[in-house]
């Protein structure tokens, strides 16, 4: 393996395959015309490759610089997949109302319940009610720019807070172990999201990257 | 020496005389400082796509004695966030230059 092999597999870990791609091009195009300069100027094949890799620098720290600006095969997973539940929804023209009846039903029986004095149950009807509806409605909401998108985000997460101080009251943090454990794939998903958003430009933002 | 945080500013101002590839960026900043600001190349090529992610810089790709390479220019943001960024050194040198001065 060549030191410039070495140095690209360093500099390309856990990168997307696309990321990693471009990466390559762009440093083996560095590298040959640092070949080039350091051969016209009376340099050895040798020399000029240890002086062209040793002007590349330390590959670790062009590998953590690159996976904060260039998405991540991590990233580029959920990107790829995180879809899915838009597609869901938006594909069958007949399963929206369905859906969202679903948000209702439970409503309804959230009130129900209430009024019959179940307190418990009410309250866990009411937390189905507002998450499959925010989930289902949500991807059929018309959010269209950055700013409306973080609107829609921070009701989101307000929503999905103050029901579990809802459902918990003052037990939320006996209960705090379950909750972090349940809510900890969806804080890495956002987390994720976040920092895909902060890579690609608005332009090419998919759909699921607004909600 | 290796200013940190300077080389989004030192490669917006490489670019705005004329489109380079990113050889000829880290060559121009190197030989304008006579070897002052010695960076390490591999760091200019993550720089250059954050600068291009927040639309200070756009790429293209071009032929060049038959090689396909990848050139960078200057857009308007970038040069409006470069006047900011020259007006801000000016007058933080300026103020360590009067403390300095004094020693």
Redesign the interface.
Known sequence: MTSLET?LNQ?TRHLSIDSAAQ?R???Q??Y???LE?ASSSGASAKDADQTAIA?????K??NR??R???LTSAEARLLRDGNREARFVCSRSYARPVYLAISLVALCAAIGTLHSGFLDVACAFLVVATGTGFMFAAPILPVYTPLCARVVRCFKWLVLLSAIGFVYGPNTLKWSWLLFSCLGPLGWAEWTRFSIR????VSQWPRHLYL | MNFKGTLPTLILQALTQEQSHGYLIAQQIKDRSKGVLDFKEGTLYPALHKLENEGLVESFEAVENGRVRRYYRITKAGRAALAKDRAEWRELSQAVTMILGKA
């Open positions: 140095w500099a990466v091009s762009e440093i195009e560095h040959q015309s640092a300069a002007a590349l620098g330390d590959a720290l062009a610089q690159y904060r600006v260039l902060r890579k690609l430009p």
